[in-house]
């Protein structure tokens, strides 16, 4: 069983900066592919970005290229997610999510555990 608790989130003006933190409790984290998703308000919740356990391999959504890095710290059971340039169709809420990985691979779905999220709102 893991939990999940993203933190950071908050309202920023178009342009600027923030980092996104998840911390996981639980055993094992370094077994665990993190990925960090988000739901914009009347819309569905989309893939954002995930690594790999070791932490050597990420794969974005293509609407965030360029812009967001996910990074984690399996000493400190925690992943992040540093978002840059922020547009304010970036607004929603950011979720973190676990699942137990076999392969070391960073997937797009299946994840099995999920934070509660954390609020991001960019003003233009």
Known sequence: Q???IESGGELVQA?????????ASGRAFSYYA???????????REFVAAINPSGGSTIYADSVKGRFTISRDNAKNTVYLQIDSLKPED??????????????????????????????????
């Not at 342009?15 to 911390?23: D, I, N, P, Q, Y």
């Not at 993190?34 to 569905?44: D, I, L, T, V």
Request: hydrophobic share 35%; with cysteine.
């Open 91 to 124: 607004t929603a809420v950011y979720y973190c999510a676990a699942v137990r990985s076999f392969t070391d691979v960073a997937p797009r779905g299946g994840y099995d555990y999920w934070g509660q999220g954390t609020q991001v709102t960019v003003s233009s």
């Open 15 to 23: 342009g600027g900066s923030l980092r996104l933190s998840c911390a």
């Open 2 to 4: 893991v939990q999940l």
């Open 34 to 44: 993190m990925g960090w998703f988000r739901q914009a308000p009347g819309k569905e």
